[in-house]
T-cell receptor, first 114, second 114 residues
Framework: AQKITQTQPGMFVQEKEAVTLDCTYD???????LFWYKQPSSGEMIFLIY??????QNATEGRYSLNFQKARKSANLVISASQLGDSAMYFC???????????FGKGTHLIIQP | DAGVIQSPRHEVTEMGQEVTLRCKPISGHNSLFWYRQTMMRGLELLIY????????DSGMPEDRFSAKMPNASFSTLKIQPSEPRDSAVYFCASSTGGGHSPLHFGNGTRLTVT
């Protein structure tokens, strides 16, 4: 079974600083995907970024990048130049195990301070 | 392009009553997922469908929970009878399938059972 560990329950960061949100995963699959989602206080789940297990380049989407270290089973999310609107819960998730669904971590509550 | 549509947004009901949650996936997506989110347990996959067929319902907590997908554009999650511990946010999500496609979530239904 897949497992996601997010060790930072909460983080406070100054506006405009870069942020790294930690994520480690456990899977026995060779082919899997890694995903990050944002959940603002309004409650919706917003897809941010995807990394495939066979992708050699780190994924990037605007201010988001995924620092993928396969040997360490690590998939950290990096947000550059943080903004007040980045304050939210962030969830790391993985696919695999022959199923289409995602397994989510417990999340990190990020608060950006002015 | 309309996203995943869930109804109702909020549901308050008394213990013992039947609750039906509804979901319309994104057109063209052939995988549909029901998740439950609570503070204690995080995001849990309840059941998912491929091409309207239930594939994995191992996450359904009890026989009180049932889900159907009569066609490609509609799914329901039913709880009968409801209990206070069923109080949670229930999300529906859809994707194009396969472990490398992101899930697109609806806005969720916040269920309160008194």
């Amino acid at each position: 079974a897949q497992k996601i560990t997010q060790t930072q329950p909460g983080m406070f960061v100054q506006e405009k600083e870069a942020v790294t949100l930690d994520c480690t995963y456990d899977t026995s699959d060779q082919s899997y995907g890694l995903f990050w989602y944002k959940q603002p206080s309004s409650g919706e789940m917003i897809f941010l970024i995807y990394q495939g297990s066979y992708d050699e380049q780190n994924a990037t989407e605007g201010r988001y990048s995924l620092n993928f270290q396969k040997a360490r089973k690590s998939a950290n999310l990096v947000i550059s130049a943080s903004q007040l609107g980045d304050s939210a819960m962030y969830f790391c998730a993985t696919s695999g195990g022959g199923a289409d669904g995602l397994t989510f971590g417990k999340g990190t509550h990020l608060i950006i301070q002015p | 392009d309309a996203g995943v549509i869930q109804s109702p947004r909020h549901e308050v009901t008394e213990m013992g009553q039947e609750v039906t949650l509804r979901c319309k996936p994104i057109s063209g997506h052939n995988s549909l997922f029901w998740y439950r989110q609570t503070m204690m347990r995080g995001l849990e996959l309840l059941i998912y469908f491929n091409n309207n067929v239930p594939i994995d319902d191992s996450g359904m907590p009890e026989d009180r929970f049932s889900a159907k997908m009569p066609n490609a554009s509609f799914s329901t999650l039913k709880i009968q009878p409801s209990e206070p511990r069923d109080s949670a946010v229930y999300f529906c999500a859809s994707s194009t399938g396969g472990g490398h496609s992101p899930l697109h979530f609806g806005n969720g239904t916040r269920l309160t059972v008194t």
